[in-house]
C-alpha cells in the first residue's frame, strides 16, 4: 500500500484536497508519478516548481495557457519490496537529451513520465501526427538514465481539463489521464477508491478522450517508416 494525495478544482473553482492509502500498483502508481518535486513548469507568472502549483493556476501547454484541474503526488521511497509497484526507478534526463534547451539543464522524472513524439508520417496511419511514448522507452544510459535515489523523493503528475501536451522544460509531455479500459480492469472496491482521488469527476467518462494515442517507443518507429 501506499499513500497518495490530490488536489482538484471544483466547480465553484475552490480547491479539494483528499489524502488516500491505496494499492501500490500501476494504474494508481501512474496517476502520481511523472514528475519530481522541484519540477518547474511555466505559468502565465514565471516558472513555478511543481510542487508549489495549485488547481487553478494557469500553466503553458501545447494549446496556450490552460488552468490546473487536478494534482496527484505520492512519494518515491528506495527499495520498496511490493512486487506490484512501478515506483521502483526514476529517470534522469540530461541536458539536451531532446534537442537544444531540452532540457535546459538534467531533470528527474517518474516511471509514468510520457513524451510527446511528432511526425507527418503518423497521420496516414492512425489518424493522429503525434503519438504518446513512456519515456522509460528512451532509457538508454547516457541522455535518459535509470535512477534509484537512496533517499524518498516526492512525485507528482498534473491533469488539465482535457487530456493535453504540457511544456516542461522544453519536452512535450503528457498530463495526466487514466486511459481507455481501465474499469474493466478494476473491481468495485478499487474503482471507488480510485475515483476518491478526484473529487472533480463523477465517472471515468468526465475526463474526456485522450488527446492523443499511446504506444510503446518501437511500435512509434514502426509507425513512422
Keep these: ?8 478544482l471544483s466547480p465553484d473553482l475552490s480547491v479539494q484536497t483528499v489524502s488516500r492509502t491505496a494499492p501500490a ?9 511523472a514528475f519530481a518535486r522541484g519540477t518547474l513548469l511555466q505559468t502565465v507568472g514565471g516558472p513555478v516548481a511543481v510542487e508549489d502549483l495549485l488547481p487553478g493556476d494557469y500553466i503553458q501547454t501545447a494549446g496556450g495557457s490552460e488552468p490546473i484541474h487536478w494534482i496527484g503526488s505520492t512519494t518515491y521511497v528506495p527499495r520498496v519490496e511490493d512486487s506490484d509497484s512501478i515506483l ?24 509514468s513520465a510520457r513524451i510527446l513524439v511528432r511526425r507527418d508520417a503518423f497521420r496516414a496511419v492512425i489518424g493522429h501526427d503525434a503519438v504518446f511514448v513512456p519515456l522509460a ?5 547516457e541522455r535518459v538514465i535509470p535512477i534509484q535515489p537512496g533517499g524518498s523523493v516526492q512525485m507528482f503528475h498534473i491533469g488539465l481539463r482535457n487530456h493535453g501536451v504540457l511544456n516542461i522544460g522544453g519536452i512535450e509531455m503528457e498530463s495526466y489521464h487514466p486511459g481507455p479500459g481501465l474499469r474493466r480492469s478494476l473491481g468495485p472496491d478499487r474503482m471507488e477508491t480510485f475515483l476518491s482521488l478526484f473529487p472533480n469527476v463523477q465517472e471515468l467518462s468526465d475526463m474526456g478522450d485522450l488527446g492523443y494515442p499511446r504506444t510503446s ?9
Excluded: H, N
Excluded at 25 to 33: H, K, L, S
Excluded at 104 to 111: L, T, V
Excluded at 137 to 141: I, K, P, V
Design 137 to 141: 522507452d528512451f532509457a538508454d544510459g
Design 1 to 8: 500500500m501506499r499513500k497518495y494525495e490530490a488536489a482538484a
Design 25 to 33: 500498483d500501476p494504474v494508481f502508481e501512474e496517476a502520481a508519478a
Design 217 to 225: 517507443r518501437e511500435a512509434a518507429m514502426r509507425l513512422a517508416v
Design 88 to 111: 521502483t526507478t526514476l529517470y534522469r534526463v540530461t541536458a539536451g537529451a531532446f534537442g537544444p534547451e531540452a532540457p535546459a539543464s538534467d531533470m528527474i522524472f517518474g516511471p
